[in-house]
C-alpha cells in the first residue's frame, strides 16, 4: 500500500467540498484527508495545527485569498495544488507562475496527473517566487513569467522577450540583450500564455514582441525586422492577421 498523503481542502463552496472529498477517497486510498475549511483565517488555524503534506487550495475565499494563507504561514512544509473555477485570465496567471492547478469541475483524469506529480516533484524551492508571480498575474498585468528549462527554472522578465522560437517540445526565448534561454514549452503553450499581451505569432515557428518591431517588409517573403536586427519570415497562414494588426503602427517598406 503506498505511504499515506495527509491532506486537507480548503474551499468555501460546501457542495464542491463533499463532492471533491467523494471523489477523493473513491479513488486514491492512500490520500487521507485530515480536515476542510472554507476561510482564510480557519484555512491557516488548520494548517499550522494538522501540519499536513498536501493542501488542495481554492483561489477565491470569502475573506481574501488563497495565496493570503500560504503568506501567513511561516513553515510551509506541504505542497499546495490550487483550485480555481475556469476563466482564461486565471489559468494564464498559473501559467506564469508554474504553479498547478485544477480547473472545476474537477475531473478525475485530471486529479490523477496533479497526484502523481506530487509524488513525483515533492519539495518546492521556487514557491514564494511562483506565488509572488501569480499575485501579480492575477491582480495586475504581470511582468514576469516563470519557465521551465534543463537546468531549473527560469524566471524571465516579460518586457525583455524579443521573440520566441520554436524548437519541437522546446523554445528559444530571445532577450534584448542579445542572449536566449532554452525552455521546456512548446511554442503554442507560450502563445496561449501570452495571448492577452504585445506578443504576435507571426509563423509556425515565431511568436514575437511586437514593441520591438521596426519595420514590415512586404513582397514575395513578407517579413518583420526586430531592434537588433534580426528579420523573420511570416508565413502565408499569418499574413493578415499581421496585417491586420501591425499595419496602422509599424512603417511598411516594399
Avoid: W
Wanted: aromatic share 8%; glycine share 4%; with cysteine.
Amino acid at each position: 500500500m503506498s505511504e499515506a498523503i495527509y491532506t486537507v481542502i480548503i474551499d468555501d463552496e460546501l457542495s464542491f467540498l463533499s463532492s471533491f472529498e467523494l471523489l477523493v477517497k473513491t479513488n486514491f486510498p492512500e490520500i487521507v484527508i485530515i480536515g476542510t475549511a472554507t476561510k482564510v483565517k480557519t484555512g491557516i488555524e488548520l494548517i499550522e495545527k494538522l501540519k499536513p503534506q498536501l493542501v488542495f487550495l481554492d483561489i477565491n475565499l470569502p475573506d481574501g485569498m488563497g495565496f493570503d494563507i500560504l503568506e501567513g504561514i511561516s513553515d510551509r512544509n506541504f505542497e499546495v495544488i490550487f483550485t480555481t473555477s475556469y476563466t482564461k485570465y486565471a489559468v494564464q496567471a498559473f501559467e506564469f507562475s508554474a504553479l498547478h492547478y485544477l480547473l472545476k469541475p474537477i475531473k478525475l483524469e485530471k486529479l490523477k496527473e496533479s497526484v502523481k506529480r506530487y509524488k513525483e516533484k515533492k519539495g518546492n524551492n521556487n514557491l514564494d517566487v511562483q506565488l509572488k508571480i501569480l499575485k501579480e498575474s492575477l491582480l495586475q498585468s504581470p511582468q514576469k513569467i516563470l519557465l521551465p528549462s534543463m537546468s531549473g527554472n527560469k524566471i524571465i522578465n516579460i518586457a525583455d522577450i524579443l521573440y520566441c522560437e520554436a524548437a519541437n517540445a522546446y523554445s528559444y526565448i530571445h532577450l534584448t540583450d542579445n542572449q536566449k534561454e532554452m525552455v521546456s514549452r512548446p511554442l503554442k503553450i507560450l502563445a496561449e500564455s501570452f495571448e492577452e499581451m504585445d506578443f504576435l505569432r507571426i509563423h509556425a515557428k515565431y511568436l514575437v514582441n511586437t514593441k520591438y518591431i521596426i519595420k514590415y517588409k512586404t513582397g514575395k517573403n513578407p517579413e518583420l525586422q526586430m531592434i537588433n536586427g534580426t528579420e523573420l519570415p511570416i508565413s502565408q497562414q499569418k499574413l493578415n492577421e499581421v496585417k491586420d494588426t501591425l499595419s496602422k503602427c509599424i512603417k511598411i517598406s516594399t
